[in-house]
């Protein structure tokens, strides 16, 4: 995985330009066809403090996050107005509270048990630079119950252009992996609503998303 360190400073920096303070509208927009109006929990790798965990969780799944800073954990339930409750007996410190739980520590050391039936990736592929996320990819499968649903939303650019993260993730990387289905759903132009990256160098910026479904075991 990038550095820990690396997240710590910019959490400790409060330099989260990654953190969204309103849901995703492509979760709002493709959930529903992922889902298919189930209810089953949901794995969020890398959670940061999103608030998509709150739409979650208020639609009926329970939600699972996993993030590796304890700012980011501490501040997601502090925002809502959540005391959770805390266990750190096991290799990552389990924070919970009503539908909500966040794991605090990194995402390869956690083991789901039972296996999750659905996945929600926003920040997590992106965060990650390109010799990292087979490793990912096959960590995340290994969470997932087969046949499992997830929504994957990545970024597309010239990665010569810009230095990660976020990291530009070529749909061909995608048809390449060997544990998931993968569908595209959609891909638009996202330059215009994200004028930072615009000053970063950018010229060409695309927001692609995914429905994935974990192949068998």
């Known amino acids: 995985m ?12 409060g330099e989260i330009g990654f953190h969204r303070d309103e849901v995703h509208p492509q979760l709002r927009r493709f959930w529903p066809e992922v889902s298919q109006g189930r209810r089953a929990p949901v794995l969020v790798p890398l959670a940061g403090k999103s608030l998509d965990l709150h739409w979650f969780s208020d639609r009926g799944h329970a939600v ?3 993030e590796l800073d304890p700012i980011a954990v501490r501040a997601f339930f502090d925002e809502a107005g959540l ?12 924070w919970h509270a009503d539908a909500v739980t966040m794991f605090q ?11 999750f039936e659905f996945f929600y990736d926003r920040a997590a592929l992106v965060a990650l630079p390109g010799e990292v996320r087979p490793r990912y990819l096959e960590h995340l499968a290994g969470q997932l119950a087969a046949g499992a649903h997830g929504l994957l939303i990545t970024l597309e650019y010239p990665q010569e252009q810009m230095e990660g993260p ?3 993730v070529d749909p061909s990387e995608l ?21 930072r990256f ?16 974990r192949r068998s075991r």
């Open 64 to 66: 699972t996050g996993v």
């Open 2 to 13: 990038t550095d820990p360190d690396f997240w710590h400073q910019r959490w400790s920096r």
């Open 83 to 94: 005391s959770p409750r805390i266990d750190e007996r096991g290799p990552l410190a389990r």
């Open 166 to 168: 976020p990291f530009s």
């Open 198 to 213: 615009a000053e970063r160098g950018l010229g060409d910026l695309h927001e692609a998303v995914y429905r994935l479904v």
């Open 175 to 195: 048809e390449h992996q060997r544990w998931f289905d993968v569908e595209p759903l959609f891909r638009d132009d996202a330059l215009p609503a994200h004028p």
């Open 105 to 115: 520590g990194d995402f390869f050391g956690f083991r789901a048990d039972p296996s």
